[in-house]
């Protein structure tokens, strides 16, 4: 029989679920609140998850929190989309402005892993001007980091994670050719690709997060995608490379601790001004971790909550705040769509969502506002294509259900998009309670009028590559959006930034933020892999300083 | 009425085939076997609910009734939504539960006192119809926002619970829960032998002699 994962934690006793295997347990190592670990990371996502994987094998000792629970893939996860909403954060949020975000599966995630137990492992790499989009293209803010660097790390990030990608990429400069080839098109992908060459633009197989063959090895031990087309609600079979299947795995083989359903609610910093551990709720009580260092990897809403939370006597702001930007600078990507139907049928709902791209609006200056965007292929399961129907189209009673009626016959393209970074798109905290007593985050957020002209652009070129290959009753999704960041953005200056290019902040020295928080823009691409690549910068750069005695 | 376009097509036949896992059976189970009566809900609420989820998504007579009045009662007994709110919106559960006593107050004030559930469908979609283009406001409503209660709320959850169940994937034809076989033939014209055929004009039959054999 098999145990709930939300009733008591997994990960306890001197051992954590083998995800590989049925009922099976690997063993992990254990350390006391009492002992000062070197890292206390809050957040096991695509930032923490690898940052804990990697700070172990460096020797390293590690304790890594996630408030939601340790899943196994192969025994908790059904193939029903309602049922897998148990991966997302669904606690309190409180959301406003001009275009409030709607939460929920697209932008958020709760459980060990993260967000990548559900992401649609979408793995693009920034266009290299995109690091430096204030000085090359005149918008947005700079990295401090350069493009010949996160290249590099892009470099291992797709080789440790086992991208499925084509031979070869046509954008950007040359890049390896991607670890697993890529995957067989579907009837939605084959169609995005026709529209691509009608209106006379490049296409691509996405690479993907999922593998094309098998995997077996000290990297893991996966089948071979079976193109059931639940993705996004989680993967039944390990095909998926998440966090949880990737990087977890390492970090409890090189003795890294996970402690899930532990919910991390405040930071204690001591008389000399540094982070001395982390507060954290699990069965029923709070406990306090002592440690040397604490990673913040909790996402861009999470993370400045947090940051804000533990607001104290000697910082009254909030921790790493004396910017003031912690919080500001919100971003979420445009997710705009067009649909329409096919005289043929498509059955979309086969194989990932998104097997074919374009990515030509991010390498095109052409064009007469700032940032870039690319379109990719589409596979609504029922759930979310009702709720694309009722909330693109205002569709209910029997509109809406003979409109259901033609979901086979279906295609559809879907932009992520960059939207600029505008202070006046933040995190606070609003005066609503959580269930561990804690106030939640508000989210306020407006579109800013080039982010309009991005979505009017996209949706304009989205619209003729569809009605190009014979998509009749075409309609515009116009208000949706997904991925987030920036609310603790990385710069090289003090009094415009949060954390350095090493994601350590710069008020307190032993306190990091390693997650898509630091983004100073989100260019046009989903931003899973350059989160994991920034982490293995990170992790890089911290056994450099230590090695250095400058932890 | 319209023909089904997938006759014969029951995604449940797959029950015990390679297509359904372990977890896929005990959480459809379980949504089959949610009790057809108010555990959240009071009895007035329960009835207009049901009445109004009837109106949002009408059944058919020739597809097994998906009763939305129980799934919603469970959603909302498990406290189940997305979490988030609109600033000036309350929470989930507060919202159904306001949501539904104005929309029978007004059905009463506009038809000399009858409930909701008892008007003819016109007179129901006519009041829906009200809600949905920002027709409706004042003192039933407070200061929940009756557009924003149809956007935010009935279109999200209401839909969201009938294309959960299985008689609705029916109805589309959708291949259902798919672990651990997946499919093989991507294609959308390539059909898998445990996917969904359709009634082509002149092929009834042979669909569903096709889907007889859908396991």
Redesign the interface.
């Known amino acids: 029989m098999l145990s709930n994962p939300f009733s008591a934690p997994r990960a306890r006793h001197g051992r954590a679920p083998d995800v590989f295997r049925h009922g099976a347990w690997v063993s992990m190592r254990e350390h006391r609140e009492t002992d000062e670990v070197d890292f206390a990371i809050v957040g096991t996502g695509a930032g923490g998850g690898t940052l804990a994987a990697l700070l172990a094998e460096q020797g390293f000792s590690v304790v890594a929190f996630d408030a939601g629970p340790y899943f196994r893939p192969l025994?908790?996860?059904?193939?029903?989309?309602?049922?897998q909403?148990k991966l997302?954060?669904?606690?309190?949020?409180?959301?406003?402005g001009a275009n409030?975000i709607?939460?929920?599966g697209k932008n958020s995630g709760k459980a060990v892993g993260g967000s990548t137990v559900h992401y649609a492992m979408v793995s693009l790499r920034f266009r290299p001007e995109h690091f430096s989009a204030r000085t090359s293209l005149g918008y947005g803010a700079d990295w401090p980091i350069s493009w010949q660097e996160m290249w590099h790390y892009y470099d291992l990030a797709e080789k440790q994670i086992n991208i499925s990608g084509p031979l070869t990429y046509p954008w950007g400069p040359k890049r390896p050719r991607y670890p697993y080839r890529a995957h067989?098109?579907?009837?939605?992908g084959?169609l995005l690709a026709k529209g691509c060459e009608a209106i006379g633009i490049n296409w691509t197989e996405t690479p993907l997060a999922t593998l094309s063959a098998p995997l077996s090895g000290p990297e893991g031990k996966s089948p071979p995608?079976?193109?059931?087309?639940?993705c996004r609600f989680g993967c039944?079979?390990n095909a998926k490379r998440s966090a949880l299947t990737v990087w977890i795995p390492r970090a409890l083989a090189a003795g890294a601790e996970i402690r899930d359903l532990a919910m991390v609610g405040r930071i204690e910093t001591g008389p000399s001004g540094r982070a001395t551990g982390v507060h954290y709720h699990r069965e029923g009580e709070w406990h306090f971790q002592r440690a040397k260092n604490v990673v913040v990897a909790g996402y861009a809403i999470e993370t400045p909550r947090l940051l804000l939370n533990s607001a104290d006597q000697r910082y009254p702001d909030g921790l790493a705040n004396s910017s003031g930007l912690v919080g500001k600078n919100l971003m979420t990507q445009s997710n705009q769509a067009v649909w329409g139907r096919?005289d043929?049928?498509?059955?979309?709902?086969?194989?990932p969502p998104s097997l074919a791209i374009t990515e030509h609006w991010n390498y095109d200056d052409n064009k007469d506002f700032h940032g870039g965007y690319i379109w990719l292929g589409q596979g609504p399961?029922?759930?979310e294509?009702?709720?694309i129907?009722?909330?693109a189209r205002?569709l209910?009673?029997?509109k809406?259900?003979d409109a259901?009626?033609d979901?086979?016959y279906m295609i559809g393209v879907k932009m992520v998009g960059e939207m600029l970074p505008n202070e006046a798109n933040r995190v606070t905290l609003s005066d609503d309670l959580d269930q561990y007593g804690l106030k939640v985050a508000?989210?306020t957020y407006a579109w800013g009028d080039n982010d309009k002209a991005l979505i009017a652009h996209a949706l304009e070129q989205m619209g003729r590559s569809i009605e190009a290959i014979g998509a009749k009753g075409i309609f515009l999704q116009e208000d949706d959006t997904n991925h987030l960041g920036g609310t603790a953005r990385m710069g090289s200056d003090r009094r415009t930034s949060v954390v350095d290019a090493d994601c350590r902040s710069w008020d307190i020295p032993n306190l990091w933020i390693c997650d898509g928080s630091v983004f100073p823009t989100v260019g046009g691409v989903n931003p899973a892999l350059t989160t994991q690549t920034i982490a293995l910068r990170t992790a890089d750069r911290i056994g450099q300083l230590a090695a250095a005695g400058e932890l | 009425m319209t023909k089904p376009?997938y006759p014969g097509y029951d995604v449940l036949a797959k029950r015990n085939t390679p297509?359904?896992?372990?977890?896929?059976r005990?959480?459809?189970d379980k949504r089959l076997a949610t009790p057809d009566r108010p555990r959240f809900l009071t009895r007035d609420e329960w009835s207009v609910a049901a009445a109004f989820c009837e109106?949002?998504?009408?059944q058919?007579e020739d597809a097994a009734p998906v009763p939305l009045a129980a799934l919603l009662d469970a959603k909302l007994l498990a406290d189940?939504?997305?979490?988030?709110?609109?600033?000036?919106m309350p929470?989930m559960r507060e919202a159904w539960r306001r949501g539904l006593a104005a929309i029978e107050a007004e059905a009463k004030t506009r038809h000399g006192g009858r409930s909701f559930a008892s008007l003819s469908d016109e007179d129901q979609?006519r009041l829906?119809g009200a809600m949905?283009d920002g027709g409706l406001g004042g003192e039933h409503w407070g200061d929940l926002d009756p557009q924003k209660f149809f956007?935010r709320r009935?279109?999200?959850d209401v839909?969201?619970?009938?294309?959960?169940h299985p008689s609705?994937?029916n109805?589309?034809?959708?291949?259902?829960?798919?672990?651990?076989?997946?499919?093989?033939?991507?294609?959308?014209?390539h059909?898998d032998a445990w996917?969904?055929a359709?009634a082509t004009p002149g092929h009834e039959k042979k669909a569903e002699r096709d889907n007889r054999h859908v396991v």
């Open positions: 025994e908790d996860f059904a193939s029903d989309e309602s049922e909403n997302y954060w669904t606690d309190r949020r409180v959301v406003d409030p709607q939460m929920g067989e098109l579907n009837g939605a084959k995608c079976a193109y059931r087309g639940f039944t079979t096919m043929e049928p498509v059955r979309w709902y086969k194989g399961l029922p759930n294509w009702a709720s129907q009722t909330g205002g209910w009673g029997q809406l259900r259901m009626l979901y086979n508000k989210i | 376009r297509s359904w896992d372990e977890a896929t005990k959480v459809v109106r949002i998504l009408p058919r189940h939504g997305d979490g988030f709110r609109d600033a000036d929470y979609d829906i949905a956007k009935v279109l999200v839909p969201g619970l009938f294309y959960s609705a994937w109805e589309i034809g959708f291949g259902g829960p798919a672990s651990p076989r997946g499919y093989v033939r991507l294609d959308g014209d059909r996917e969904a359709e």
